[in-house]
C-alpha cells in the first residue's frame, strides 16, 4: 500500500523558511514523480514542484521560482519541500503527490495526473 505522509508545517513569519518533509511507503524511486501541491482556501489546488526520479528533474511553478527547492533522500524514502523567503500569499495546505512514471510537461501541474496523495500539512504565513 502507498503511503505519503507531510510533515513540517506550521506558522511562519513573511520572509522566513519552513521545510517540508513527505515520507513515501510502499514503493522505491524508482520511476516516479513526486511532488508537491497547494490549496488556499476558496481556491482551487495548485501544482508547486514536482521532482522526476528516473533523471532528477524537477519543476517549480512561476510563483515559487527562486524560493522553493524540491530535493530527496532516497535511503530515506523522503522527498522535501524546502520554502525559503515564504509570503502570505504561500499560506495553504500543502499535499505531497506521487505517481508511477513521469508527466508530460503540460499536464505536470494537474491534480489528476497524480495517483497517490498525503493527508496534506498546513502552512500559514503571517505579514
Known amino acids: 500500500e502507498v503511503q505519503l505522509v507531510e510533515s513540517g508545517g506550521g506558522l511562519v513569519q513573511a520572509g522566513g523558511s519552513l521545510r517540508l518533509s513527505c515520507a513515501v511507503s510502499g514503493f522505491t524511486f524508482d520511476d516516479y514523480a513526486i511532488g508537491w501541491f497547494r490549496q488556499a482556501p476558496g481556491k482551487e489546488r495548485e501544482g508547486v514542484s514536482c521532482?522526476?526520479?528516473?533523471?532528477?528533474?524537477?519543476y517549480y511553478t512561476d510563483s515559487v521560482k527562486g524560493r522553493f527547492t524540491i530535493s530527496s533522500d532516497n535511503a530515506k524514502n523522503t522527498v522535501y519541500l524546502q520554502m525559503n523567503r515564504l509570503k502570505p500569499e504561500d499560506t495553504a495546505v500543502y499535499y505531497c503527490?506521487?505517481?508511477?512514471?513521469?508527466?508530460?510537461?503540460?499536464?505536470?501541474?494537474?491534480?489528476?495526473?497524480?495517483?497517490?496523495w498525503g493527508q496534506g500539512t498546513q502552512v500559514t504565513v503571517s505579514s
Open positions: 503527490v506521487a505517481r508511477v512514471g513521469s508527466v508530460v510537461s503540460r499536464r505536470r501541474f494537474l491534480p489528476s495526473q497524480y495517483d497517490y
Open positions: 521532482l522526476e526520479t528516473s533523471d532528477g528533474s524537477t
